[in-house]
């Protein structure tokens, strides 16, 4: 298990944010065709971007920090779920979609998984901090 630290007591959320790993998954069923991060948005502090998750009308926002490398395996939510990228690099794949392609999200970058959606999770070198919204 890797060493999660949120950045605040996290409301009750799924279990799924509890099962990252810190070693690189090399049987993804993703092509490892990672896309350079870019910042979509300026340098936001943690409280304006949990508000500006807000104000996109996810009631559960909170922030997130994961280690270097921590990978979440394929999952999903019952839900509508944000990921605003504050620091470090968030990088998403969707197993069951053709093509199979990683991509790499950084700073500023907003990344939305429908309700259902099966997808898989790694997070870069230097970890990753990003305010979730549910």
């Not at 092509?31 to 971007?49: C, G, V, W």
Request: charged share 20%; with cysteine.
């Amino acid at each position: 298990m890797s060493s999660l630290r949120p950045s605040l007591s996290p409301p009750a959320v799924s279990s799924q944010h509890h099962l990252a790993s810190t070693s690189r998954d090399t049987s993804s069923s993703c092509d490892d065709t990672a896309s350079k991060p870019e910042s979509t948005m300026p340098s936001l502090s943690r409280q304006d971007a949990e508000a500006q998750v807000r104000s996109w009308g996810f009631p559960t926002v909170y922030t997130w920090t994961d280690g270097p490398n921590a990978h979440y395996p394929p999952h999903k939510h019952g839900g509508l779920t944000t990921h605003l990228i504050l620091s470090g690099e968030f990088t998403v794949c969707y197993p069951e979609d053709e093509p199979r392609k990683k991509e790499t999200f950084g700073p500023g970058a907003r990344i939305d998984v429908p309700a259902g959606k099966v997808h898989e999770v790694w997070m870069g070198k230097e970890g990753c901090t990003y305010v979730i919204g549910e």
